[in-house]
């Protein structure tokens, strides 16, 4: 399996009203255990992961990533990931919903993966075959020297939460990072499909 990364939220005092917001972490294995990682760290071929998704509204959460290979996977729900993809207002998940992890795998680059929430469910999520990998095969994770240098963490800033592009309510949404978490929220309510995509750097 190919995949992914995250996010955890906290947008205090960056809008008086915050009618919808998501929290997604991504946690990296290490040794027995399980750490928080910044959304844009550069990781390593075959590490694994798993994410914590929390959201304030309710509806059905679909996980799909476009890796740098250009194949497209439906990463959640799924058999082996876990089938029950019903998610209730301020109640926290982890995807996958098993005990197994998503491995790091594909040519260096960002792997691309699509978060939907829909209002129902659906028979069969939209998984769109890309003829080429998701983000050109020249662009590669750079480390930026300011971002947790003493620690010799690679830390890429063109990785995590983004908009995307062809997603009406993906413009409504506001993306902010903080340490290990990113943002993801409207001033609004969403309604219909809330989607959204994050970019994964791995190498």
């Keep these: 399996m190919r995949l992914a990364v995250v996010f955890l939220l906290a947008l205090a005092g960056a809008f008086p009203q915050i009618a919808s917001r998501m929290e997604i972490t991504l946690e990296r294995r290490d040794g027995n255990d399980w750490k928080a990682v910044d959304p844009g760290l550069v990781l390593a071929a075959k590490e694994r992961v798993r994410f914590r998704f929390k959201s304030n509204f309710k ?6 990533n476009h890796s740098t290979s250009g194949s497209s996977t439906l990463l959640f729900p799924r058999q ?10 301020g109640k926290e998940y982890v995807v996958p919903a098993t005990q197994g992890a998503f491995r790091v795998e594909g040519p260096e680059g960002y792997d691309v993966i699509s978060w939907m929430v829909s209002p129902v469910l ?4 939209n998984l769109p075959e890309r003829a080429e990998p998701a983000t050109p095969v020249e662009m590669k994770p750079r480390c930026d020297d300011t971002i947790f240098k003493a620690r010799g963490d690679c ?3 063109a990785a995590g939460p983004k908009s995307q592009a062809d997603s009406n309510s993906s413009r409504e949404l506001v993306f902010m990072r903080q340490k290990n978490s990113s943002v993801i929220a409207s001033p609004i309510p969403l309604k219909g499909p809330v989607v959204y995509e994050f970019r994964l750097a791995h190498r």
């Design 59 to 64: 509806g059905y959460l679909y996980v799909i």
């Design 80 to 89: 082996d990931t876990g089938s029950m993809n019903r998610i209730e207002a």
């Design 122 to 125: 659906l028979a069969a999520p």
């Design 155 to 157: 830390v890429d800033t």
